[in-house]
């Protein structure tokens, strides 16, 4: 059976430095099995790191001390949703859920066809090709961030390459306090495809001249930042940046990720989603081995009549021991080094859970997937980093859905072992896993799903076959100890019915290409 499309994000890290599963992840994917046949579902990116609770702008999701916080201030109960109690409907409720057998669900078997015609890349038609003028200087971009971001960086510095008429060095990769992944880009991406397939519209170089190195002393350091604001308009690269390219040959941006803004010329957004889409495929190595884990996957699906789907969800913890709130502290202060201490800051982890801004933890993922009408023969894959607590975690996902499956189940040692210590090369991995999956169902906010929404989008007629859980509804849910295995699934089916309807859109102009590639990239059916 064919597999469609699917996602799972930013490779997590090890522990220790872990980064927010909120920054990374946050995104389920499903789909269900028909009459006898059994559903396959991938689960992509769980929370590679300590199980760090989800921050936002304004505040941080903090972990499990928001209950006994309220407690010794003795005010008056939160408001419903506050306070993690998944714990306890999960207690109530798993002997029906493990009772539980689904029926055939209509809106999976259908592959959530989209009405009205379908959308195709058009790109060639948005795209003009003439002979490149002569270059007015050499781009050089540090790409910051994880495997998503660093793809944002590079897609935009085509874009800002082709409004600047310069020429790109292939971008560096930022080696961070977070990441820790030392991967040059020809380690993560097939980087003489990348040039060929973008050298009629754009002039690239793995490495700069020597008379330009020479004059920087073969340091790019020494080579002028322009320290951009976030989401510069082309008028800013014209006006700033490229009076100072043509006097001295070459200038330097970093950190460069989202450095050029969503709306810019048609031709420029076009050139976005060729190099996203196109221009921008893995390297060989993580082709070969992401390919063999699809095929595994499928062939282990296919064993028992069914299809292979994604699942991706954070593991956030919001009910530890002291034990495990101070090793998460400890982590957050060594890879972002004061930021959640800084005076003014307020941190609110109730208003964080009531707003939906926390991440799933896998007991919430798992009683979400029964109700929406999977059942215990449904197999998921968890593309994830290192998990905090292992098993403790993950054995309510397991209680209910026992047929589990892993990169170490999928992969051999020694095929893994060319990855270990990479974070962006196993989330190249899971990246691949996830977009040949058929149904994303994202529980957290990040550019994993933004980007993997965008690339099934492209990839199959605009849909992007998504599944977006209402989290405030979620929280709500979760907290009522005493709710009905009948009524708690009917609100999950109803979810989903409602999500379902939200897989199509079209870009406005302050929204993202990288999510809603139509339609600048995209053509309806009968024009493309």
Known sequence: MPVAAAAASMRGIESAGARPAARRLGRVLVGRRRRAALLLLALAYTAAMLMLAMFGDEGLVADGGVVEAALRRRVSPAPPGSVYRSHLVFERLIPEMRAFISRPNPLVTSHYKKIGKQWKPCIS???????????????????????NQQRISICDAIAVARILNATLVTPAFHLNSVWRDSSKFGDIFDEDHFIESLRKHVKIVKELPEDVSLRFDHNISTIPNMRTKA???????LQEVLPKMVDLGAVRIAPFSNRLA??????????????????????????????????????????????????????????GDSKE?????????????????????????????????????PLEVGMMLRGMGFDNTTSLYVASGKIYNAEKY????????????????????????????????????????????E??????????????????????????????????????????????????????????????????????????????????????????
């Not at 957050?332 to 991440?359: D, L, M, Q, T």
């Not at 054995?395 to 020694?414: D, I, N």
């Not at 859109?505 to 009968?526: F, V």
């Open 325 to 361: 709130r101070n090793a998460m502290e400890n982590a957050r202060e060594r890879s972002w080094r004061g930021k959640f201490h800084r005076p003014g800051r307020v941190i609110n982890p109730e208003a964080n859970r009531r707003n939906g801004r926390c991440p799933l933890t």
């Open 439 to 528: 149904v994303f169902v994202m529980t957290q906010g990040s550019n994993f799903p933004h980007f993997l929404m965008g690339h099934r989008r492209y990839m199959y007629g605009g849909h992007a076959k998504t599944i977006k859980p209402d989290k405030r509804k979620l929280v709500q849910l979760f907290d009522n100890a005493n709710i009905r295995w009948d009524r708690f699934k009917h609100h999950m089916q109803d979810m989903r019915r409602h999500s379902e309807t939200k897989g199509f859109g079209l870009r406005k102009p302050q929204e993202s290409i990288y999510n809603l590639p139509m339609p600048d990239c995209m053509c309806q059916e009968a024009e493309a």
């Open 262 to 319: 969503h709306s810019v010329p048609s031709d420029v957004q076009a050139l976005r989603c060729l190099a996203n889409y196109e221009a921008l495929r893995f390297s060989e190595s993580i082709r070969i081995l992401a390919e063999n884990m699809v095929d595994r996957m499928i062939k282990r699906s296919s064993l028992t009549g069914g299809k292979y789907d994604m699942v991706a969800f954070s593991c956030c913890i919001y009910a």
């Open 125 to 147: 038609k948005k795209l003009t090709e003439s002979e490149l003028p002569s270059s007015n200087g050499f781009l050089v971009v540090e790409a910051n961030g994880g495997l």
């Open 394 to 437: 993950m054995t309510p996902l397991r209680q209910l859905f026992p047929l589990l499956q892993t990169k170490q189940t999928l992969a051999t040692s020694e095929e893994l072992a060319l990855f270990k210590g990479h974070s962006s090369r196993l989330a190249a991995l899971d990246y691949t896993i996830c977009l040949h999956s």
């Open 231 to 237: 989401f510069s308009p082309p008028s800013y690269y």
